[in-house]
């Protein structure tokens, strides 16, 4: 098994799109509760230091599948 930090990897790609001007960031998050659990407490954090609310309305949940991907 090999496997990412699913906490630093939402920081860091949420940070990334905070640096490059972007200010309305939404997180679409699937049926693998403990991994949306993780990659929302990263992107809340990354928010959280750059001083940008968290809004509800921005949280997306989709079933797991390539349709939904897509």
Known sequence: FVGIDEVEAAYDAV?????KGH????????ECY???????EGYCRALKEHGIPIRE????????????GY
Do not use: K, N, Q
Request: avoid cysteine; charge should be positive.
């Open 15 to 19: 940070s990334h799109l905070i640096l």
């Open 23 to 30: 200010r309305s960031i939404g997180l679409i998050h699937g």
């Open 34 to 40: 403990a991994l949306g659990t993780l990659r929302r």
């Open 57 to 68: 309305e921005f949280f997306v949940h989709r079933p797991s599948s390539v349709e939904y």
